[in-house]
């Protein structure tokens, strides 16, 4: 329960915040017109907003540390529990494929576009969980190679007029390519400058893009990037949508299936080994260097895959489109889902884009929401929303 | 035998592609330089200026790194914070009438006091509790903070750029010289001169900074003879904090505005800058500060403008492959 004490101190941590976020939150200074406005019910929000955050963090806290204590260990989300109880896994699965099936033809196409979306984020979000969530790699420049395979999709087709379905594997190959070439030099080093390094590729690949104007055209960008044609027949636009997002099913089913098998397949195994203990891992004779480095290539190669959809289903390429954010937005979705865990990123990739599309009222508050969230998560649930479940192997008591 | 020849060959390419790094742009520099001195020095002072911002922010990185090895991707925001603080005082005292001395003062204060305690928050909000957690989650709730705090700043505020008055007089003993380098620039340099000798003076002869140092070579070893580990991580937060809203306030003065977003590509390019002088290390920060900044203004007046942010990362992949350690840090061991 709360106690007195417990009161106290959450009051004066509530009057801590109200001064800390006095100047920013209360006075809006307008420089150019010379005004002043203060706004003293956000005063009174922020204290009232402080002294129940601060009751509900130190309860958490304290949940967290008991946990701790009684370790019981097996701890298996739902969703795992359900998928392992054969009696509902199959009617789940089967409801979940025909409501993804029927999706584009019983709701219209605006709705159709945003699953797209959506559904190319679960692929980058699956890409980016085999470097982060298996390999513990930060890598925050992910959007780089998206902007990899959504380049190449343009100016290939711009240049030569190459189809969809060639550079499809044309771009996996070259994600994989720049991959490796990126993480040759950073990643013998600690990972802490890896996330720096990173964000300084995204960072260069934009800046490259927004200023070499014979390359890419420049933040003008690619036009009439064209849909992909099925066996040389084009679809109108309501059609292409349909298309598109069928391959963009089929695609995160791929996904899906490739990374289920790697994850306990013996490089699988090596990652997570390296993530949790590194020196431990060498000494078991893995290569760590070669080992990151194929984790960070595979990523590579899934966010160039899922480029190449982006640039399809928009038909525009611009360099507006692989800014931070995205790759933090994208991070956010590994993170908050359950670094590790397939179908917590699925999940996390599902809410995290399909809610604010449809909450257009808060979605300015996205981003600040995304960041709280990953610092809660971290501090209160490392593992994510739904964590992942290692394969185990139980021995039974023989009956006698 | 296989192993050696790797080395030599190594250890050759390394003073080959020395040589070339600075051989090639020393050549044709000297002729530059020789064509036209007062363009070269005023991109010299012009880099010293923006060395000394760096150097404000990267001490913060470096000092949090030494002590608790995390990349506090929230710094950058500190910095904004500062200036957004600075700006939000002076405009306000200044509507008020009040003298442009004691505006210039207060602002600096209040900026200092409050990215100080917004240091010490973060901290006791997003680290403290991550303390013994593996150091990704340290890493991310460390960019979850930078990511709240800019959009924080951005919805209370506003997404636009405001223009900020400086507070910093155009001095009139100084006018003389001021077509070489103006006055702001000037407080810049010896501001941060200053700035340095205190904490230099803070981290080598006062208590607090034994116990700084101490901490930084081992926490535990540093808690058994009585050191409180927890207060002196707060500190270094503080101090940190504080050095980085004294660079905001002056940059805000010298490039005229700000948003919510300058935090960070100064925090990526001070964190560039405390790499490359030896993360963990102040002098190095301070160094390397100096040699990001003058190499930067001199690339951006004798090549492309538009790929400064470039030319600084590929300064960065270029140490991290060559000498990871920096110039002045030290050879780090990973031991169990």
């Known amino acids: 329960m709360v106690t007195k004490k417990e009161i106290k101190q959450s009051f004066f941590i509530a009057l801590w915040f109200m001064v800390l976020t006095f100047p920013i939150m209360v006075i809006k200074v307008n420089t150019i017109k010379h005004i002043i406005l203060f706004r003293w019910e956000n005063f009174v929000w922020v204290g009232v907003i402080g002294f129940f955050a601060s009751l ?40 979940i494929a025909v409501f993804f099936l029927a999706y584009p033809f019983v709701f219209p196409m605006y709705h159709t ?37 959504a380049y190449a999709y343009a100016l290939l087709n711009l240049h030569f007029g190459i189809s969809f379905w060639i550079v499809l594997p044309v771009s996996a190959v070259l994600g994989f390519i720049c991959g490796t070439l990126l993480g040759y030099p950073v990643l013998r080093l600690r ?139 994208i991070l956010c979705v590994v993170v908050i889902g359950g670094m590790g865990s397939a179908i917590g990123v699925i999940a996390g990739a599902l809410v995290l884009i399909l809610l604010p599309e449809y909450l257009r009222a808060v979605s300015e508050y996205r981003m600040l929401v995304f960041g709280a969230l990953q610092v809660i998560v971290m501090v209160f649930k490392p593992e994510g929303l739904i964590q992942s479940v290692r394969k185990k192997y139980k021995f039974e008591k023989l009956k006698d | 035998m296989f192993r050696s020849i790797e080395f030599i060959n190594m250890r050759l390419l390394k003073i080959i592609l020395g040589i070339t790094a ?77 003298n442009s001395a004691v505006i210039a003062i207060l602002a600096f204060v209040f900026a200092i006091v409050y990215s100080c305690a917004y240091g010490f928050t973060v901290e006791k909000i997003a680290y403290k509790p991550l303390r013994n957690a593996p150091r990704l989650s340290a890493l991310i709730s460390a960019i979850g903070m930078s990511l709240f705090l800019q959009n924080y700043v951005m919805l209370a505020q506003t997404p636009n750029f405001l223009p900020f008055e400086s507070l910093i007089p155009d001095f009139e003993f100084w006018e003389p010289f001021a077509h070489i380098i103006t006055a702001v620039e000037m407080t810049i340099i010896v501001t941060t001169v200053i700035t340095m000798i205190l904490l230099g003076i803070l981290i080598k002869f006062t208590k607090i900074g034994k116990a700084m140092r101490a901490t930084a070579q081992d926490k535990v070893m540093a808690s058994l003879v009585g050191i409180n580990v927890n207060n ?22 010298h490039v005229g505005q700000i948003n919510f977003f300058i935090g960070f590509l100064a925090g990526l390019k001070a964190f560039i800058a405390a790499v490359l002088g030896g993360i963990g290390s102040v002098p190095g920060a301070v160094l390397g500060s100096l040699v990001l900044g003058i190499s930067e203004s001199l690339f951006t007046g004798y090549f492309w403008s538009e790929y400064e942010d470039v030319f600084a ?24």
């Open chain 2, 22 to 98: 600075v051989g090639i742009p020393g050549f044709f520099g000297i002729k530059e330089i020789i064509a036209d001195p007062v363009y070269f020095m005023e991109l010299f002072l012009g880099g010293l200026t923006r060395g000394s911002i760096y150097a404000l922010i990267a001490l913060g990185y470096t000092m949090v790194y030494g002590i608790i090895q995390l990349i506090n991707f929230a710094h950058g925001e500190i910095y904004m914070i500062g200036a957004m603080t600075a700006l939000i005082v002076a405009s306000v005292l200044g509507l008020w009438g009040w």
């Open chain 1, 113 to 149: 576009s945003i699953m797209i979306s959506a559904l190319v984020y679960v692929m980058l979000g699956l890409g980016l969980n085999i470097v982060v969530g298996l390999a513990g790699l930060l890598d925050l420049g992910y959007v780089a190679f998206y902007a990899v395979g």
């Open chain 1, 191 to 329: 990972g802490d400058y890896l996330a720096i390094v990173t964000l300084g590729f995204g960072e260069i690949i934009r800046i490259i893009l927004e200023n070499w104007d014979e390359f890419s055209n420049g933040p003008r960008g690619i036009p009439n990037v064209p849909a992909p044609s099925f066996f040389g027949y084009q679809f109108g636009q309501h059609g292409s949508v349909i298309y598109i997002y069928f391959i963009v099913i089929a695609l995160v089913l791929l996904t899906i299936f490739f990374v289920s098998r790697l994850e306990n397949s013996k490089i699988g195994r090596a990652w997570i080994a390296l993530r949790d203990d590194e020196i431990a891992c060498q000494a078991m004779g893995i290569d760590k260097f070669k080992t990151k480095l194929t984790a960070f290539a595979l990523g590579a190669t899934w966010a160039s895959i899922a480029g190449v959809v982006f640039a399809a289903k928009t038909s525009f390429v611009n360099p507006m489109s692989f800014t931070i954010w995205e790759s933090i937005t």
């Open chain 2, 232 to 253: 002196v991580i707060s500190t270094t937060f503080v101090v940190g904090s504080a050095t980085a809203a004294i660079g905001g306030v002056l940059i805000a003065c």
């Open chain 2, 313 to 336: 990362f590929t300064i960065l992949v270029i140490i991290l492959i060559f000498r990871p350690s920096g110039i002045l840090g030290k050879h780090e061991i990973s031991k169990v």
């Open chain 1, 56 to 95: 509900i963090w130190n309860y958490f806290l304290r949940l967290k540390e008991q946990k701790k204590k009684s370790d019981n260990g097996d701890d298996i989300p739902l969703v795992h529990r359900l998928l392992q109880n054969e009696r509902v896994r199959i009617p789940f699965l089967a409801a």
